[in-house]
Every structure is written in structure tokens, then in C-alpha cells.
Nanobody, 129 residues
Framework: VQLQASGGGLVRAGGSLRLSCAASGRTSSTYVIGWFRQAPGKEREFVSAIRGNGAITYSSDSVKGRFTISRDNAKNTVYLQMNSLKPEDTAVYYC???????????????????????WGQGTLVTVSS
């Protein structure tokens, strides 16, 4: 499975960006796709995730109401629409994928980056104040 993240850039506080994660290889609707981010000097943290059929999504408290994750299985692409961006959203954003069975056994396993087998290269989001 190969993942290609794109869509990062520089935006002012209050602005919007849409990130894309294009998947190729052996992906299927049984995979969960997640977004994580890592700010300078901080640990990587969970942002949002979506199950294979797109019906169930998860988001961290810090982005709820501002970020929306969606999935287009026909294009093998997951999107992260980010609105009302804040300077504290500045980070490198990574998409990751893993079979649902690897995260389903643990409560909120989708938030655990160690459960994800495949990672994209990251895309930088910079939010200026």
C-alpha cells in the first residue's frame, strides 16, 4: 500500500485547506485511513480517521467542528477539509492506513498511530497569525 499526501501550504488564521491522501496498491473498504500531525518539537498526534465505507468517522477534540474527513473509494482518496485554521494547527500532516481489524480490538484504536501499518510522506501545513 502506498499513500501520497498533498494539499498542504501556508494559510492565514481563519482560512481553509483541503488535504488529500491518495492510496494505491492493496487498499480496500476494509481499511481505515487516518490523519495524524506532528508539530515542531512535539509528538505525532491523532487528528481524524475514517472507516472503509466512509460511514464512521473519528476526530480529536481539538479539531471537532473545524475539520471534516471524507472518503471517495472510487478514487481511492481520503480528504481532510480543514476550516477555521489556527496557528496551533501548524504541523506536518501524515495520512496512514491499516486494516480495520488491527484497530477494532482496542478501544479508540483508530487514535493509536502504532496500529497503522502504512504511512504517507507528510504534507506541511503552516497557519500564520
Amino acid at each position: 500500500v502506498q499513500l501520497q499526501a498533498s494539499g498542504g501550504g501556508l494559510v492565514r488564521a481563519g482560512g481553509s485547506l483541503r488535504l488529500s491522501c491518495a492510496a494505491s496498491g492493496r487498499t480496500s473498504s476494509t481499511y481505515v485511513i487516518g490523519w495524524f500531525r506532528q508539530a515542531p518539537g512535539k509528538e505525532r498526534e491523532f487528528v481524524s480517521a475514517i472507516r472503509g465505507n466512509g460511514a464512521i468517522t473519528y476526530s480529536s477534540d481539538s479539531v471537532k467542528g473545524r475539520f471534516t474527513i471524507s472518503r471517495d473509494n472510487a478514487k481511492n482518496t481520503v480528504y481532510l477539509q480543514m476550516n477555521s485554521l489556527k496557528p496551533e494547527d501548524t504541523a506536518v500532516y501524515y495520512c496512514a492506513a491499516t486494516p480495520w481489524v488491527l484497530v477494532s480490538a482496542q478501544a479508540m484504536g483508530v487514535m493509536n498511530m502504532n496500529k497503522y501499518n502504512y504511512w504517507g510522506q507528510g504534507t506541511l501545513v503552516t497557519v500564520s497569525s
